[in-house]
Nanobody, 121 residues
Framework: QVQLVESGGGLVQPGGSLRLSCAAS????????MGWYRQPPGQQREMVATIAGGGTTTYADSVKGRFTISRDKAKNTLSLQMNSLKPEDTAVYYC???????????????WGKGTLVTVSS
């Protein structure tokens, strides 16, 4: 089991920046993919950014060039630097850790409880 705890959310004005952090309760080196997802009010959860074990990153089109995901395996942390924030970035942001399953083991999929980001003037 891995517990994930997000922090860093809050209220920010349009054009501002926030940095989200996700702390894991144990090593996440074995996790194949870690990522940030968000759920805007009244909408479904969506992928924001992911980072694979080898460092390959993917971003939603809506955040490319504005958000940067990073992972510190030594500290068991995942971060999301968010710049040039827009009102449409308002959402609860969730940290995720995923490990592929094998023939003898189920996949592992862990989620934090989320942190609220509100972009408003």
């Amino acid at each position: 089991q891995v517990q994930l705890v997000e922090s860093g959310g809050g209220l920010v004005q349009p054009g501002g920046s926030l940095r989200l952090s996700c702390a894991a309760s144990r090593s996440t080196v074995s996790m194949n993919i870690m990522g940030w997802y968000r759920q805007p009010p009244g909408q479904q959860r969506e992928m924001v950014a992911t980072i694979a074990g080898g460092g390959t990153t993917t971003y939603a089109d809506s955040v490319k060039g504005r958000f940067t995901i990073s992972r510190d395996k030594a500290k068991n942390t995942l971060s999301l630097q968010m710049n040039s924030l827009k009102p449409e970035d308002t959402a609860v942001y969730y940290c995720n850790a995923y490990k592929y399953g094998t023939g003898n083991r189920n996949a592992e999929d862990y989620w934090g409880k989320g942190t609220l980001v509100t972009v408003s003037s």
